[in-house]
């Protein structure tokens, strides 16, 4: 059973920092791309960034130079540090483990940027 849990989302005032953790269960973990994706209410879900199995990473360009995308192979984890945190960075955020026809997601975190 493949299982992928989000933690470290919470309420942070704008130019804050939080740290996104994914634990998985189920899969090789090593071996999967990871990515994280967030949705806002009432928008579609987006790629937030991306990270390969060789650690390359991608990301979307509004959180380009504040977000970093990281993974440890060990601990079977996936993270996502964000600084200076903006209201528009308001929205669940999901892990998504992904390899070939395979995919699967977190339940979210919920993550809200506000004073």
């Known amino acids: 059973q493949v299982q992928l849990v989000e933690s470290g989302g919470g309420l942070v005032q704008p130019g804050g920092s939080l740290r996104l953790s994914c634990v998985t269960s189920?899969?090789?973990?090593?071996?999967?791309?990871m990515a994280w994706y967030r949705q806002a209410p009432g928008k579609q879900r987006e790629l937030v960034a991306g990270?390969?199995?060789?650690?390359?990473?991608n990301y979307a360009d509004s959180v380009k130079g504040r977000f970093t995308i990281s993974r440890d192979n060990a601990k079977n984890t996936v993270y996502l540090q964000m600084n200076s945190l903006k209201p528009e960075d308001t929205a669940v955020y999901y892990c998504?483990?992904?390899?070939?026809?395979?995919?699967?997601w977190g339940q979210g975190t919920q993550v809200t940027v506000s004073s």
């Open positions: 990270i390969t199995s060789g650690s390359s990473t």
């Open positions: 189920g899969i090789v973990f090593s071996i999967y791309e």
């Open positions: 998504n483990s992904k390899r070939r026809l395979n995919s699967y």
